[in-house]
């Protein structure tokens, strides 16, 4: 059984600050941290002006830095060979590669909102598993910018919280070109302890959800079947839902109703945008049903979005498909996949006692279908990013 432990911070920080050394010759100054998070419900409502109930998690990313006295940047990570290097007026669109866009582009939009940082030395080091649907990359981005924003002498606060949402979606928009929402971004930076956050992509307002489990584990399997979100399939559902909001004259699926979804013309937009409007709605359910502790609605709400997402949005695949069948015959009261989809991670609700029953049960379905052996992760709820002192 592989359960992936979200480490102990003083000890990772302790360490990287070492590596810091060691690559660079001198110490970092500032170490940032983000995490990575768990959707509860809410999946490609973020870009349609929707409602999502995010969880961060206590698996996090780590950024140390310290600023150059010149215009070089430069970006590497104990879980990558590759370092990259340029200078700052090389970070923008279509200028860095590969995975040190997330980092070199949130130092991009930082300047571009008028921060005039200069050049710096990045190393990271993160426990968030990398392609497994728990946003790994606006880990990166936001432990980067709480970094960079330390530097910038503004630190954390109520304002700049906003300013680096909106620079982490920069980075993943415009530097990477994954064509996201912001839901991961938004979480990484507000997510609280003990809290799922509801956000409201309409309205732009963040609340924190307290959780109480009452006995209950999230636990989170990674398929180990590995996405990426600048590939065709997000875009193509994206592109499915802004034909259904031109079609119906709307101003986002979120101002649709279902009986005017189901008179779209085009069977597979229509089926698009039944998942949306109806998970929308599935989101402000699940929050009530949770503030009650109603775990069968949970069950039947977290039911009715994986089978939304299997048929209606097609994002999910055998392996998401087996995790959530799997956990809830082995006593999960409630299991769907969660996040972007096409591969990555199913999340469930299970009685603290079943959890490595549920564990067990999943690893044993996983060889006897022939896939790979997924690995597990609890998701305890926990802070969003911050800078770590000392
Ligand atoms: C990915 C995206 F980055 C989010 O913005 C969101 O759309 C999610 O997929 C699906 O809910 O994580």
Known sequence: MDLVEPGEPAALVDALRGAFADRYGEPPTTVGRAPGRVNLIGEHTDYNAGLVLPVALPHAT???????????VRVASRQQDDVWEGLLTELGPGQVDGWAGYAAGVLWALREAGYPLPGVDLLVDSTVPVG???????ALECAVGAA???LAGVGLTDATRGELVAAAIRAETEVVGAPTGGMDQTVAVHGAAGAALLVDFDSGTETQVPLDLAGHTLLV??????????DGGYGARRADCETAVRELGV??????DLTAV????????RRRARHVVSEIQRVTDTVAALGEGRWDEVGSLFDASHRSMRDDFEISCPELDCAVAVAVQAGAVAARMTGGG?????????PDERVDAVMRAVDAAFVLEGFRAPAHLR???SAGAGVERG
């Open 62 to 72: 780590y950024a140390a830095l310290r600023a150059r006295g010149d215009e070089l």
């Open 132 to 138: 497994a649907g728990l946003s790994s990359s606006a």
């Open 148 to 150: 960079l924003l330390e």
């Open 221 to 230: 399997t990674d398929t180990r079947v590995s996405h990426a979100h600048a």
């Open 251 to 256: 101003p986002s699926l979120r101002r649709a």
């Open 262 to 269: 189901e008179g779209l013309g085009d069977e597979r937009v």
């Open 342 to 350: 096409f591969g990555g991670s199913s999340v469930a609700v299970v």
């Open 379 to 381: 998701a305890v709820p």
